[in-house]
C-alpha cells in the first residue's frame, strides 16, 4: 500500500507495523489521512481509531481492506473529498 500510495507525486506515505509505532508517529507529525490495511485484528483497530481521534477529532480513517490500486485510490479521494465538504466519516 505505501508503494502505491507514494506513486502519486501528490501524496507521502509513512508505514509502521505495530499499534505503538503507529501511535507515536501519528503524535509526533502532522497527517491528513491515515489508512488502515487489511489483517488488523479488531482491537488494534479500535485503539489506533481512538488514539488518533484523541489527537486529531478531524482525522480522516479510510479501512482499506483490499481490491486493488484503483479502489485505494478512489477510496483515499473520497475521504479527502468528504473532508473538504465537512461531511463526516
Do not use: K
Request: glycine content about 12%.
Amino acid at each position: 500500500m505505501v508503494r502505491l500510495v507514494n506513486s502519486n507525486p501528490d501524496w507521502e506515505c509513512l508505514g509502521v507495523q505495530t499499534d505503538d509505532e503507529a501511535i507515536a508517529v501519528f503524535s509526533a507529525r502532522p497527517f491528513d489521512l491515515v489508512l488502515l490495511g487489511g489483517g488488523i485484528e479488531n482491537e488494534s483497530e479500535a485503539l489506533l481509531c481512538n488514539a488518533f481521534r484523541a489527537h486529531n477529532p478531524n482525522i480522516i480513517i479510510i479501512q482499506h481492506y483490499g481490491g486493488g490500486s484503483g479502489l485505494l485510490t478512489a477510496e483515499i479521494y473520497e475521504g479527502l473529498r468528504g473532508a473538504t465538504l465537512g461531511r463526516p466519516l
